[in-house]
């Protein structure tokens, strides 16, 4: 007689939650095997525990197969190939930085600061995933919103979620760095960016799951030039700022005086906002004029 083992929603969460603690802090080791329960079999992490579920055994081969992922550092966003940003969902994957929190903040107070207003254009500079320029447009459906990237496989990702998320959102494949692109880029009312921020001498201080797996090129600027997209965005809003047009950006933590100061040097107005940590994190700028 052959006998078949039925594995347990329950026992297979409690195995995903107790192998992956190895390398990851209890709690997250909670929160990683809520999410990645959810996905696979549809059950809620409140409703885990009380539920006597059997796997099938598509669902147990993706639990296994999640779980190896993690044990190899693997951000369980890229597995899941989904991460929330604000109020939605948002494919992920390799070509893209997973959504943080902090960027909420940013989107969340061009939201808040331009919501009454009737009609304005928002270009967006460093698309990745798209997740702030759909979000600006979802949030803000009277305002036009471009956005560029040097990434072919993040605008494509982009694309998607647009899709998805039911965005109209233009899209164009631009290196931002290159001032010869710029006049491909019309006049807009607001300019908004997460550009790349992280020196090199900061990679000690980043997760080994970062690292590894988000790209690079979305991450890291030259430790001699921290400020490069800074400097260009800078620039690039003198001629295609519109009156009492403005600038938003997030910024590394640790350079919050010296963006503001290369902005004033530019001849900008320009202010540092703390996220809800109390660590500098977004300017605004206005072209003094």
């Known amino acids: 007689m052959n006998y078949v083992c039925v594995m347990k929603l329950t026992e297979a969460y409690q195995n995903l939650v107790r192998n992956i603690s190895v390398i990851y802090p209890h709690p997250e080791a909670e929160n990683i095997a809520d999410l990645v329960i959810e996905k696979i079999t549809g059950i809620i992490p409140?409703?885990?525990?009380?539920t006597d579920k059997n796997l099938?055994?598509?669902?147990?081969?993706?639990?296994?197969?999640?779980?190896?992922?993690l044990l190899n550092n693997e951000p369980v966003q890229y597995i899941l190939n989904e991460a929330w940003f604000y109020?939605?969902?948002?494919?992920v994957d390799g070509n893209v930085l997973i959504p943080r929190p902090e960027t909420e903040e940013l989107v969340d107070w061009v939201i808040k600061e331009n919501?009454?207003?009737?009609?304005?254009?928002?270009?967006?500079i460093g698309t990745g995933s798209g997740c702030i320029p759909i979000t600006l447009k979802r949030k803000l459906p009277q305002a036009k919103v471009l956005s560029c990237d040097i990434s072919q496989g993040a605008l494509e990702v982009?694309?998607?979620?647009?899709?998805?998320?039911?965005a109209e959102v233009k899209l164009e494949q631009l290196d931002i760095l290159n001032p010869k692109n710029w006049m491909q880029l019309p006049m807009v009312d607001i300019i908004v960016s997460n550009p790349p921020y992280v020196t090199n001498d900061e990679k000690t201080t980043i997760a080994k799951n970062v690292i590894d797996n988000e790209p690079g090129v979305a991450l890291f600027v030259p430790d001699d030039n921290p400020l490069v997209f800074y400097e260009a965005i800078a620039v690039l809003g003198k001629t295609h700022l519109k009156p009492d047009g403005c600038i938003y950006v997030e910024i590394n933590e640790g350079l919050g005086n010296q963006v503001v100061s290369l902005f004033n040097k530019n001849?900008?107005?320009?202010?540092?906002?703390?996220?809800?940590?109390?660590?500098?994190?977004?300017?605004?700028?206005f072209p003094i004029i």
């Open 87 to 91: 109020d939605a969902p948002f494919y």
């Open 46 to 50: 409140q409703n885990v525990k009380n």
């Open 56 to 69: 099938s055994d598509d669902e147990n081969s993706a639990i296994e197969t999640a779980e190896k992922r």
């Open 158 to 166: 982009a694309k998607r979620n647009a899709a998805q998320l039911q």
């Open 267 to 285: 001849q900008y107005k320009a202010a540092l906002k703390k996220d809800m940590q109390g660590k500098d994190r977004m300017v605004k700028a």
């Open 115 to 124: 919501k009454s207003k009737p009609s304005f254009s928002i270009l967006e």
